[in-house]
């Protein structure tokens, strides 16, 4: 088997998130890569909730339309997903709540039987796709074991019944290739962060940067970190600050509209030169928007936010491994130039699970910072060659050590002289052109798919995954681009020697990206837009491709 | 030491009687004496907002962070929670915090984070002209509301007990010695501390007489009794002509909300070898 496509769904509090991640790893153990799609709407119960699990031998970023089985714990899962089953495809689903084509199990029947809560019905589920998928009892049994924390019996028992009640698939082989861990890009940006020193995590809860908050305040003891969460993204943006001053490394996490409020505090941070990553989570806005669901709509307001002009550096990841690696340049690069870092990420990358590769994501280097030397009077905005004036944190018994939002000298005193407030204002412009030169070092714009084409798929963020598929099945050259700021127009332009046609793909209905391409000379011949706040499917783009290529 | 022994190379520009010069006078006197007891001032971070009253940072030669409107008690909170030996003193307006950041100064009270605030309230926004702050009395004539408010001000205090400050206290610009009393106590007290000082603003709201006229220095009154602490708050409303206690008003001990005690930051190999462990259990 090429690969495998499991639709899981339900109603919010059915466990849906948890019951796709089972099957995710039933199918990871054989070695299969994994990409997990998770889709709710902003509610606590009822509604409808579904995961959309992919296997395939390599790896892979984005769900397919067409789907192998349809795990069904409710009637509305049925009526809405059915036309994606093809005539090979499976449909399993709770009998006692729905009734359709298919097997049908008496769910409710069954967990009542075993006295198992009814949230245990998808462990039910389960057991019967991975007897009709192939999938051996033992890996069951392991997989459960491991991911189950509360009632584990139970809900093995009610997974035999379901395993048993299923008639048995051709035996899935195990792929042979190494198991992969399974992360979501939220996580392995948390990851990112801690392995680059993350002293602090500051946030406000956010969809869909909550699950960020959520895993570093579950291994904040394991790490040796502090996550607070404070009264509003104000807060959580100057305590930050106040911890950096402090010298501890601080990141904050949030979504647009959360991001609206810490603006001030951005600029401030740009103003005092105190270093400060931030994880910005797009949604489809304006204003509340779609909460639960993808877009990519934030780039402008990222790369632009803030009074005033000072440098930044902006990355947007395209999958788990890249949440990891540029989660942690980003937090070193904050610190290396005292700036604000933004790591921009969306729903489709935060809340989906990736089969993770560690050796793969690019090593991270100790993050270095330049430290005061104790000699002489300290002058916290001294004004130096590349811009960086030397570290000191309080207490040390030789720096008094000032900052200040308002312009200021070279000892953080307020100043309004026109001299100095051109020299200060160089000063952190000259760390924006040392910032420039470093990354060219950083592989910021990266090629897939054929390399000598002359038509290019460009993209950014999530769209990495579909853009590398679709575009290695027409036969075109994928560029993208997960460094945004300071751009890597030199990058970009040799990438794109010897294309003739350009295509732009994003999640947004201006074409955002298209625009930032344009600023640097860059012109785009088509542009497929998606704002309908889902993330494309393979066929979708496909199918958007065919229509202009 | 002293302001001279503390001075920095800024020239004061605050309006001559202005009461933020009895409050610097106040924290350089209090700094010094932390100076002599602690053999230096490298542990104290002195932390304002923006407005008059937040030049004072630039005129003590001590470690400070002079920060943004109404944003004072989250960077000192963060300060403080990062290295919890530094004692963290902020100052800021009444427009400041009782105003635009408002929000924060309730919640830093109700987590008790160990931090003092001293808010500069005189009632009025001086650096941005003369209007109305959020303790202005009912009928205020500021430029935003030549015809006076229709608004009753808020009593701060009384907020801060209700938010569960665990030190609360007033002073007033000129009542020197007390002051300098409060400021103290309100330094060491474990716990949040706020401070508010009647500090009189000499050119938009000048009201010295007035308060000269109303002050008392509180006596027989027993801080640690909620229920007498809230009655003494309440007794002035910040409209009414009524006596306006002096002193500490509110103090007891509550739980703190700390930072770690400070492990230390992990080696980047330990940090890489528990990552790969935490993935371990992903598999």
């Known amino acids: ?549 | 030491m002293g302001v001279r022994a503390l001075g920095t190379s800024a020239v004061n520009t605050w309006c001559k009687g202005c009461g933020n010069f009895a409050i610097l006078n106040a924290v350089a006197t209090m700094l010094e004496a932390i100076g002599e007891e602690k053999g230096g001032l490298e542990n104290v971070v002195l932390v304002s907002g923006i407005g008059c009253h937040a030049k004072i940072v630039d005129y003590l030669n001590v470690n400070s962070f002079y920060a943004i409107h109404g944003r004072v008690a989250p960077v000192a909170e963060g300060i403080k929670l990062a290295n919890p030996n530094l004692t963290v003193i902020g100052f800021a307006g009444d427009g400041d915090s009782y105003g635009e950041g408002l929000e924060h100064l309730v919640f830093v009270a109700k987590r008790n984070v160990d931090i003092t605030m001293v808010i500069h309230n005189n009632r009025v926004y001086g650096l941005t002209t003369g209007q109305y702050t959020p303790t202005s009395p009912l009928g205020f004539k500021g430029k935003s509301t030549p015809r006076g408010t229709r608004e009753l001000p808020l009593n701060p205090l009384e907020l801060m007990l209700a938010s569960g400050a665990s030190f609360i206290a007033r002073g007033y610009s000129n009542r020197m010695d007390l002051l300098k009393q409060t400021l103290r106590e309100a330094v060491t007290h474990r716990g949040f501390a706020l401070v508010d000082v009647l500090q009189v603003c000499v050119t938009f709201y000048n009201l010295y007489a007035d308060y000269n006229k109303r002050v008392f220095q509180l006596d027989n009154h027993d801080p640690g009794d909620h229920e007498a602490a809230f009655r003494k708050i309440r007794e002035w409303d910040y409209n009414s002509p009524a006596p306006i206690a002096l002193g500490t008003l509110y103090r007891c001990e509550k739980p703190l909300f700390e930072g770690p005690p400070g492990a230390g930051k992990m080696a980047l190999p330990i940090r890489a070898a528990k990552i790969s462990s935490l993935l371990k259990e992903r598999m």
């Open chain 1, 1 to 549: 088997m090429n690969e495998l496509s499991v639709l899981i769904g339900g109603q919010a509090g059915d466990g849906i998130n948890q019951a796709g991640l089972l099957a995710a790893r039933l199918l990871a153990q054989l070695g299969y890569r994994i990409y997990v799609n998770y889709d709710y709407p902003s509610l606590i119960r009822g509604g409808h909730n579904f995961s959309l699990v992919r296997a395939a031998k390599s790896r892979i970023g984005v769900c397919r339309d067409r789907i192998d089985y349809l795990l069904a714990l409710n009637q509305d899962t049925i009526e809405k997903h059915r036309a994606k089953l093809g005539s090979q495809s499976r449909l399993i689903y709770d009998s006692d709540s729905a009734s359709a084509e298919g097997l049908g199990l008496p769910l409710k029947t069954i967990v009542k039987e075993a006295s198992a809560p009814e949230l245990t019905r998808n462990s039910c589920l389960i057991g019967a796709f991975a007897r009709s998928a192939g999938i051996e009892w033992s890996v069951l049994e392991k997989v459960f074991t491991k991911d189950i924390p509360r009632e584990l019996e139970l809900n093995l028992k009610v997974a035999r019944r379901g395993f048993e009640s299923a008639e048995a698939g051709e035996r899935l082989e195990p792929l042979g290739q190494e198991v992969l861990p399974l992360v979501s890009g939220n996580e392995a940006c948390g990851l990112g962060l801690v392995a680059a020193g993350l002293d602090a995590y500051i946030a406000y809860p956010m969809t869909p940067s909550s699950s960020l908050l959520h895993f570093l305040a579950h291994v904040a003891e394991d790490f040796n970190i502090t996550v607070i969460h404070p009264e509003s993204e104000i807060a959580v943006m100057l305590m930050a600050l106040g911890y950096a001053y402090a010298g501890r490394r601080a990141a904050v996490g949030t979504s647009g509209g959360g991001f609206c409020l810490m603006t001030e505090g951005f600029s401030l941070s740009g103003m005092a030169e105190i270093p400060i990553a931030v994880v910005v989570g797009q949604r489809p806005g304006p204003s509340t928007g779609l909460p639960t669901y993808t877009s990519q709509t934030e780039l402008h307001f990222v790369m632009n936010a803030g009074q005033g002009e000072f440098p930044r550096f902006v990355v947007a990841p395209g999958d788990a491994e890249e949440a990891y690696y540029w989660s942690a340049i980003a937090l070193n690069l904050s610190w290396k130039y005292q700036i604000p870092s933004i790591i921009l990420m969306d729903k489709t990358a935060c809340e989906g699970t990736y089969s993770f590769d560690i050796a793969s994501a690019g090593e991270v280097p100790e993050g270095g910072a330049a430290l005061w030397n104790g000699e002489g009077l300290y002058r916290r905005y001294l004004n130096t060659e590349t811009g960086v004036s030397p570290l000191a944190f309080p207490p040390d018994k030789r720096a008094v050590v000032k900052v200040d939002s308002y312009e200021h000298d070279e000892n953080g005193i307020t100043t309004e002289d026109p001299s100095l407030t051109k020299m200060m204002q160089e000063k952190r412009a000259r760390k924006g052109t040392h910032l420039a030169e470093e990354v060219k070092r950083y592989r910021g714009v990266r090629i897939y798919g054929e390399r000598g084409a002359s038509t290019a798929l460009i993209c950014w963020g999530s769209n990495k995954g579909v853009c590398i598929e679709a575009g290695e099945r027409l036969g075109a050259k994928v560029v993208h681009v997960p460094l945004l700021a300071p751009f890597p127009i030199g990058q970009l332009k040799e990438a794109l020697e010897g294309v003739r046609r350009i295509i732009c793909i994003e999640n947004n209905i201006t074409g955002q990206f298209v625009r930032l391409l344009g600023c640097h000379g860059v012109t785009v011949n088509d542009n497929i837009l998606k704002y309908d706040g889902r993330q494309f499917s393979l066929e979708e783009l496909e199918g958007e491709l065919a229509k202009v290529t």
